[in-house]
Antibody, heavy 120, light 108 residues
């Protein structure tokens, strides 16, 4: 059974940092692109960042480029999101999502999300 | 950026009725559009990809159609578990993936 489980969310002050983790199981982790998608309270879904299975290609939404870093450790079947210089508008539930193929096009398995709150 | 506009914002229907949800793209996305279902407090669930292909395990009452800029998600006969928010997502402009604002299907 495919499972993805996020952790690492919490309350952080503006300008602070946080590292999210996602533990995956039930599939060949290195064979699939992985993505972070966020959802601000009461709002819709927003793509944040994607990484290919090999870790060789990383992509970011413009508002997080230069502040967030996506990475993965295939030996641990884990995905990460290092978030620096956090802003109030980064407040959201962050979902880890498995791509339905090796390309990060669509997402067939999602975690339950981890809440990041940026506030003083 | 490709903007996806979903309509209506809210759809009030009764169980057993047919639901028709629309997603319009600001420019052509070819067939590269997906639909997701999200229930309160839950993660999204992939329903349809590439406009008309049902994802694994998705009931046949869900169907997708369209190409270019206009897409439709149809639920042929609403079951109680289908009342949720539905989002469309394009991958035509990868890696800049975008989602629509959502349509809430609520019980009338």
């Amino acid at each position: 059974e495919v499972q993805v489980l996020e952790s690492g969310g919490g309350l952080v002050q503006p300008g602070g940092s946080l590292r999210l983790s996602c533990a995956a199981s039930g599939f060949t982790f290195s064979g699939y692109a992985m993505t972070w998608v966020r959802q601000a309270p009461g709002k819709g879904l927003e793509w944040v960042s994607s990484i290919f299975g090999s870790g060789g290609g990383t992509y970011y939404e413009d508002s997080v480029k230069g502040r967030f870093t996506i990475s993965r450790d295939n030996s641990k079947s884990s995905l990460y999101l290092q978030m620096n210089s956090l802003r109030a508008e980064d407040t959201a539930v962050y979902y880890c999502a498995k791509s339905s193929s090796s390309w990060p096009y669509y997402f067939d398995y999602w975690g339950q999300g981890t809440l990041v709150t940026v506030s003083s | 950026e490709i903007v996806l506009t979903q309509s209506p914002a809210t759809l009030s229907l009764s169980p057993g009725e047919r639901a028709t949800l629309s997603c319009r793209a600001s420019q052509s996305v070819n067939k590269y559009l997906a639909w997701y279902q999200q229930k309160p407090g839950q993660a999204p669930r992939l329903l349809i990809f590439d406009a008309s292909n049902r994802a694994t395990g998705i009931p046949a009452r869900f169907s997708g159609s369209g190409s270019g800029t206009d897409f439709t998600l149809t639920i042929s006969s609403l079951e109680p578990e289908d009342f949720a928010v539905y989002y469309c997502q394009q991958r035509s402009n990868w890696p800049w993936l975008t989602f629509g604002g959502g349509t809430k299907v609520e019980i009338k």
